[in-house]
């Protein structure tokens, strides 16, 4: 099975803080994936990844920035972590961005920002 | 642009059948059509996946028309356990060179006993 694994399940840091979520994935797979889910809102994407060292925002990167230096391993990072990124971010990876790919999620990281 | 719009929220009693109905009005010649389930707390999952007609598997069936302009996911005689977030997603080409996979909002499914 494809083991998608989001280092921490919950965290709580202050406002200001610097943020890293971190993502690893076992299936080699070349795209990864950030989300963000609100309440009401669905799944947003942050950023994604199609091959190391490369990115592409998504819908809301405003305040995040990523790191992809080894193919399984995709970072996300809040740099001035704010009250309004409290959320739950899910990391996922597919084997290709065609629609025909599966994506797989990881079980999710629960930010709160006080 | 909304990729796709799907009901809000539906609610069904144990042991019925459950249609959730997707628009994609603009889908792409080659996209494919994929379903996925999320319970609270957790990520989502695959359930099923097409392109035109009609697919099953163990879990669910998945019906798409001549046009492909919707798709309709059916669940046979639900149980409390098929309480969730359903999503449909087809693929999104921003026409950027970028090629995005979109969520919706999903359709929340409350099972009733």
């Known amino acids: 099975d494809v083991k998608v694994t989001q280092s921490s399940r919950y965290l709580v840091k202050r406002t200001g803080e610097k943020v890293f979520l971190e993502c690893v994935q076992d299936m080699d797979h070349e795209n990864m994936f950030w989300y963000r889910q609100d309440p009401g809102l669905g799944l947003r994407l942050i950023y994604f990844s199609y091959d190391v060292k490369m990115k592409e925002k998504g819908d809301i990167p405003e305040g995040y920035s990523v790191s992809r230096e080894k193919k399984e391993r995709f970072s996300l990072i809040l740099e001035s972590a704010s009250t309004n990124q409290t959320s739950m971010y899910l990391c996922?990876?597919?084997?290709?961005?065609?629609?025909?790919?599966?994506?797989?999620f990881g079980e999710g990281s629960w930010l709160t920002v006080v | 642009l909304a990729k796709t719009t799907q009901p809000i929220s539906m609610d069904s009693y144990e042991g019925q059948e459950v249609n959730i109905t997707c628009s994609h009005n603009?889908?792409?010649?080659?996209?494919?059509i994929t379903w996925y389930q999320q319970f609270p707390s957790q990520g989502p999952r695959f359930i099923i996946q097409g392109y035109k007609t009609k697919v099953t598997n163990e879990v669910a069936s998945l019906f798409i028309p001549a046009d492909r302009k919707s798709s309709t996911l059916s669940l046979p005689r639900v149980s409390l356990s098929d309480t969730a977030v359903y999503y449909c997603l087809v693929g999104d080409d921003s026409g950027a060179g970028s090629y995005q996979l979109t969520f919706g909002k999903g359709t929340k499914l409350s099972v009733i006993p």
């Open positions: 996922a990876s597919s084997a290709g961005t065609n629609s025909g790919n599966t994506i797989y």
């Open positions: 603009n889908i792409a010649t080659n996209d494919y």
